[in-house]
């Protein structure tokens, strides 16, 4: 199963191996003073040495080789496969490598799904695939085949230390993606890749192909629409023509039109095109759908594809869509009259009948949000208001299709209406929101969370709370409170409960409502007292308490209800699956009693829109009245303010902003009061995108602005504002653009002309596209021709996009849409067997190329199971490791083992004796050396005797000093002067020899004093 053996990653240093014997030679000679045996393992470890140091610089590595397999299977999850292939699919693998896999030399195996995307079912591992009922790992799209997405997983998921085969069970019908292209880079990895066709069921098919309608469609000018319609019929079958009705229609809004209805009979093989001639005589969107029914649904194998529309936009003068309060009509009427009178189209709609698609707004060329709350309504059936999708469609269109947008102020706009925190207020010049501590516009809000016993309760619960905590403004206080294991707490704060939700605890707060849990609350009044508490001690301007329930706790007490009426706050109950009469009589009492709302929650989906609105409650403070009004100032001219003079009316009130910390943000008009200049913003404008937008924080005459509509200047005013955020519209001259879908992509053609028909070149062109989920996408144009410009972008999910191009500085926009009506996964209905056999076809590297097996059918398994996946023909995996390092280190530790032997010479004979003396025999050596040390005590003692001789020899005795007169010198005693060997001169004791230092010391001063007298 496993082989190990050397490797060598650079192989040309081995050749420094025969310089080795020329080491020896050197040598040799060097070492003969070691003897024979010293010297030969000098030269061994030499030797060693000089081989560790070849094999490092040659890259010396460990290979291991291993003959086990590893099988990942793919599974093709599109749409384009009826289920029951794919359940078929599951079965086959089971199967497949219960009876092929390797047991004994531990094979591994695994699925990878794919469709769009690609996930990994069961990873690889050495077992057997548990019987699965289905597969539930793929969660994406289905519409699509991406195949070389799951080679690209299949390749990451796989082991590198076994051999690797990819089994792909497909019909071949990739539409995202190059499987070929990948699956050579594949095989250069020594990956192999088997085939199973999924053979798909031969029946006719119905496509409706497509709505042909012309690129520049003029007022009142008669056109033709085309419808073209496909019957594929199988090859070596009967082709039959199939009846059915068609049905084409036009929708402008949320008004449709049925243009045709008729039966019709499609010829196989033949493509059928249905003329539509008529006219449009009102400028606007319009989107055009054809649906084919067949009278035999069993004739047609998909009914994805028998539906195709279409998008066209039919160019008139500018229009403006103004949406107000459904609930408060006709508070703009004055402002309305004075645009239509300007030549300027309004088109007025309410907040609770809003726009459906982005499809409806390219009919206006600017927006107005006539201070209009984002919810509104008195009770939880008729609250209704902007979602987050009708938010992002406004945003969108101005930033990416250059539509003006344009916010009028009034007691329930920008942050007093809910808007803050929102994208739309990302799109306006001011912030919703004030920062600036110095204004009192401070708000208190407080959460009583009972939970309820409606269908995913405690989802919806915190689905309120963070609603409500989203639209609090940063200078606002929040709080919850909540039954947990020891009684009502408050999610956060402590004992105070409330905090501030700006300075960066908007986040934390939302992070803990993720986390709560609500319990089953006994009583409403222990939550009550604490709520009342921690109100009466905060500072805030406005406070507010709501309490949502089903009604099952015990009442409040009187003095507590008496106490938050005292103190002026109000409490909204919701009323969520309440305990019939007496819980709702309940919760209606305590907002009775106290002055709030009572809401009866029937569905969950209100139950965010409740909270918005309660939630601006808090944000009253924004609106600022000033005692005595204030009269608005020009701060900057602009081409809005073009022959407006000063001085302008007065207005006795408006809402409160923040200028955004931006150079494009102009501040036109602001009021003296009050004194933060960043939150006295009447008027401010800012381009956003390729579009502009504009507030207005008063309003048009109705509360504050009283006396504008009497004003002279009042309809230059607003009829300039409106114009100058509308999007360009009119004649777009000799520009045209053209649009085509094909493979996936979108394709946009721009001709460009002059006046005299000339081409215009090295254009700059300014062009955006937004597709059905509303993300923008990438779209370049490039000039490739003169006149000719080309752009083009990824279209992989079926829905509208819609496209903006500003061919050039100061020129009308082109604006047109673009409905891919389904994917094209639905468009084929054959096996691609030239992409199946391509990449079965494929040699791995140091392998044998795949196989293509017989189509997969549910009788077919029993066969295929004998397909040998697991089969040899692949190169063995290698596993690698470097090791010259452990080469160096073992060279390293021999040198110092060839200094040793040099350096160093080592006695054994200590061995023979320890063996002796176990024995209890003296050894031979131990007798030599005893005899050898007595000879040297001998020879010690002979010397020192020899050295005493020497010494008495040349002792020296001094005389006295000879008398004067006396014939005889001092010389050198003699015999005469001694007395006999062994005779006493005199019977007195001898005094003590003196030693041969003090002899030696006082013959040198005799010496020294006969020099001086002579």
């Excluded at 496909?230 to 090859?235: C, D, F, G, L």
């Excluded at 919850?480 to 605890?505: E, F, K």
């Excluded at 549910?858 to 452990?886: E, N």
């Excluded at 320890?914 to 000879?935: F, I, K, Y």
Aim: glycine share 8%; charged share 25%.
């Amino acid at each position: 199963m496993f082989g190990l053996r050397l490797g060598f990653e650079h192989p040309g240093y081995l050749a420094l191996l025969v310089l080795i014997p020329v080491l020896w030679i050197a040598s040799y000679r060097g070492l003969a003073l070691l003897g024979p045996i010293r010297r030969s393992f000098a030269l061994l470890l030499r030797t060693l040495v000089a081989a560790a140091i070849v094999l490092a610089l040659a890259g010396v590595q460990f290979v291991w080789t291993d003959d086990r397999m590893t099988v990942m299977y793919l599974l093709d999850q599109s749409e384009s496969i009826p289920a029951a292939k794919r359940d078929a699919m599951l079965q086959y693998v089971i199967r497949n490598v219960a009876a092929q896999r390797n047991t004994a030399r531990a094979d591994r195996a695994g699925i990878i799904v794919f469709g769009k995307e690609a996930a990994v079912e069961i990873p690889p591992f050495d077992d057997d695939i548990p019987d699965l009922r289905r597969l539930e790992s793929y969660l994406g799209r289905k519409d699509a085949t991406n195949l070389e997405a799951a080679l690209k997983l299949a390749q990451a998921a796989m082991p590198d230390d076994t051999s690797r085969r990819i089994v792909v069970v497909t019909d071949g019908n990739e539409n995202l993606g190059d499987a070929s292209q990948l699956a050579t880079r594949i095989a250069r990895a020594g990956i192999g890749i088997d085939v199973v066709p999924v053979q798909l069921d031969a029946t006719s098919e119905v496509l409706v192909e497509k709505i042909d309608l012309p690129p520049d469609i003029r007022r009142g000018q008669p056109f033709e629409a085309r419808v073209v319609i496909n019957n594929y019929s199988p090859s070596g079958e009967s082709k039959k023509p199939i009846p059915g009705r068609l049905e084409v229609t036009r929708k402008l809004g949320s008004d449709e039109q049925v243009l045709l209805n008729e039966a019709i009979t499609l010829d196989p093989d033949k493509p059928t095109v249905f003329p539509l001639r008529h006219t449009i005589d009102q400028p606007a969107p319009y989107t055009y759908k054809a649906r084919f029914v067949p009278d035999d649904p069993a004739s047609d194998a998909v009914s994805q594809n028998n539906e195709a529309s279409a998008y066209t936009y039919v160019r008139g003068k500018g229009r403006v869509l103004l949406i107000e309060d459904w609930a408060k009509p006709d508070e703009y009427r004055e402002m309305i009259e004075t645009l239509r009178k300007a030549d300027i189209e309004i088109v007025v709609m309410p907040s609770n009948n809003l726009f459906t698609s982005m499809a409806e707004l390219q009919a206006y060329d600017a927006v107005i949000m006539a201070g209009v709350p984002r919810t509104s309504g008195e009770d939880a059936d008729s609250i209704s208001g902007f979602d987050d999708d009708h938010i992002e469609m406004l945003v969108r269109n101005t930033q990416q299709l250059g539509c003006g947008l344009l916010m009028l102020g009034g007691p329930d706009a920008f942050g007093a209406g809910g808007w803050a925190g929102t994208k739309l207020e990302e799109a306006m010049p001011v912030d919703f929101q004030i920062r600036n501590t110095k204004v009192q516009a401070i708000g208190a809000l407080a959460m009583i969370m009972h939970a309820s016993e409606m269908a995913q309760g405690n989802h919806w619960q915190k689905v309120v709370a963070r609603s409500a905590i989203e639209a609090l403004g940063p200078a606002d206080y929040c709080g919850i409170i909540h039954w947990a294991a020891g009684g009502d707490q408050w999610l956060w704060g402590g004992r105070t409960g409330l905090l501030p939700v700006g300075s960066g605890n908007r986040k934390s707060m939302l992070a803990a409502v993720s986390r709560m849990t609500p319990g089953d609350m006994p009583q409403f009044d222990p939550a009550m007292q604490m709520t009342l508490a921690a109100l009466n001690a905060n500072q805030a301007s406005l406070k507010h308490c709501i309490i949502i329930s089903d009604g099952d706790p015990s009442p409040a007490a009187g003095g507590t209800i008496r106490g938050f009426a005292n103190a002026g706050i109000k409490i909204s109950t919701v009323a969520v699956a309440s305990h019939g009469t007496i819980g709702s009589n309940r919760l209606r009492d305590i907002a009775k009693d106290t002055g709030g709302k009572y809401y009866e929650a029937k569905s969950p989906k209100a139950l965010p829109k409740i909270y918005q609105r309660e939630a601006r409650r808090v944000s009253r403070p924004l609106v600022y009245e000033p005692p005595g009004g204030a009269t608005p100032q020009i701060s900057l001219r602009h081409p809005v303010l073009e022959g407006i003079d000063a001085p302008l009316p007065p207005i006795s009130g408006f809402v409160l902003t923040e200028v955004k910390q931006s150079p494009l943000a102009q501040v036109l008009i602001r009021s003296p009061m009050p004194e933060q200049p960043d939150n006295q913003t009447i008027l401010a404008a800012w381009t956003y995108g390729l579009g502009r937008a504009a507030v207005m924080t008063t309003d048009t005459g109705k509360r504050w602005a009283t006396d504008w509509p009497q004003w002279d200047g009042y309809d230059k005013f607003y009829s300039q504002l409106v114009r100058w955020i509308m999007r360009p519209s009119g004649d777009t001259g000799k520009f045209t653009m053209a649009t085509k879908v094909e493979d996936g992509r979108v394709r946009v053609v721009v001709e460009a002309l002059d006046k005299e028909d000339d081409f215009l070149n090295f254009l700059d062109m300014n062009a955006s596209a937004i597709g059905p989920d509303l993300s923008p996408l990438p779209l370049q144009m490039r000039q490739v021709a003169p006149g000719r410009y080309v752009g083009e972008f990824a279209a992989d999910e079926s829905g509208s996009y819609f496209l903006n191009v500003v061919p050039a500085a100061g020129e009308a926009p082109l604006s047109q849409g673009v409905t891919v009506p389904y994917s094209n996964e639905f468009r084929v209905r054959t096996v691609n067997e030239a992409l199946l056999q391509a990449l079965a076809d494929t040699e791995p590297s140091g392998g044998e190329a795949g196989q293509l097996t017989e189509p997969l059918e549910k009788s077919s398994i029993g066969a295929l199971t004998d397909h040998a996946t697991f089969r040899g023909g692949l190169a063995h995996a290698r596993s690698i490791r470097d090791v010259w390092p452990l080469f160096v280190l073992a060279g390293c530790c021999i040198f110092l083992g060839d200094v040793f032997i040099r350096r160093v010479a080592i006695d054994f004979s200590w061995i023979g004796r320890l063996l002796a003396s176990r024995r209890g025999h003296p050894s031979d050596a131990e007798n030599s050396q005893t005899e050898r040390m007595a000879a040297l005590r001998s020879r010690k003692l002979e010397i020192n005797e020899e050295l005493d001789r020497r010494r008495s020899a040349t002792r020296f005795e001094p005389q006295g000093d000879p008398t004067p007169g006396s014939s005889t010198s001092a010389a050198a005693p003699t015999s005469t002067n001694r007395p006999p060997t062994g005779t006493p001169a005199s019977l007195e004791p001898q005094k003590e020899e003196k030693s041969y230092t003090e002899r030696l010391l006082e013959a040198k001063r005799a010496a020294r004093r006969k020099s001086d007298e002579s």
